[in-house]
């Protein structure tokens, strides 16, 4: 599969990338950013998955290797005192305001279905239907260029299948909540619940076995009086 970028994005960097499109589509007044707003937009705890707490020091960095591949440029702006940051994406990639959006959403939230999709980029670009979502990432998967997108394994119980961005690297699929939230019960159990369950197991044998010589005795007196 041929691949967008020379380099995968780190995980800070797609998120700092997703965060100036999504600030330029959804509030362009605000539009290009300072450091200071992409670590908030960064350390968002809403739409955002997983949720971060990146430093400044950690941002810029992130910046620096957004630079690297031409996908951020600084300017002063208007006043010419602050410095601010705006993505090159449409142009490096050669896509639309469309796939720019779905690619943002999944660079924000994670692998998403397309309706999830749909929902999730209606500040940044109004999908018409899901149909259209679908179209749109099918095309994005069979990109010549290099596949932008990939379809994941449909999730035990789930209708439709879900869509992660690849300029992160190669997108593997996650396991279903139920099985999660089974491994982590099953390792808070093993962990810290362990001997108390033992500790009861052992308390309701003594009381089975009290229990037992009670009816024991009672069949024995009642044997004696017939």
């Known amino acids: 599969m041929t691949t967008p970028l020379a380099t995968p994005l780190s995980p800070l960097e797609t998120r700092v990338l997703g965060v100036l499109i999504e600030k330029e589509l959804a509030t362009p007044d605000y539009y290009p950013l300072t450091l200071n707003a992409l670590v908030q937009g960064c350390n968002q705890k809403t739409s955002r998955s997983p949720v971060m707490e990146a430093s400044d020091a950690e941002v810029q960095t992130a910046l ?14 208007a006043s010419g005192r602050v410095l601010r940051y705006a993505h090159n994406l449409p142009k490096v990639l050669g896509v639309g305001q469309q796939v720019t959006a779905l690619l943002a959403a999944l660079m924000l939230r994670g692998p998403l279905t397309p309706g999830e999709l749909r929902t999730a980029c209606d ?56 099985v999660a939230s089974a491994a982590g019960h099953a390792e808070s159990i093993s962990a810290g619940e362990l001997a108390s369950v033992k500790s009861q197991l052992v308390h309701l044998r003594e009381e089975v076995g009290q229990l037992r010589a009670m009816v024991e005795r009672l069949y024995r007196e009642l044997g004696e009086e017939s």
């Open 64 to 77: 620096d290797g957004l630079k690297h591949h031409t996908l951020v440029m600084e300017s002063y702006g």
């Open 123 to 178: 500040r940044l670009y109004r999908f018409a239907d899901i149909s259209s979502v679908e179209a749109f990432l099918e095309e994005m998967a069979g990109r010549a260029a290099g596949a932008l997108v990939v379809r994941l394994p449909r999730q035990p119980g789930s209708r439709e299948h879900r869509w992660a961005q690849l300029l992160g690297g190669p997108a593997e699929a996650e396991p279903s909540s139920g």
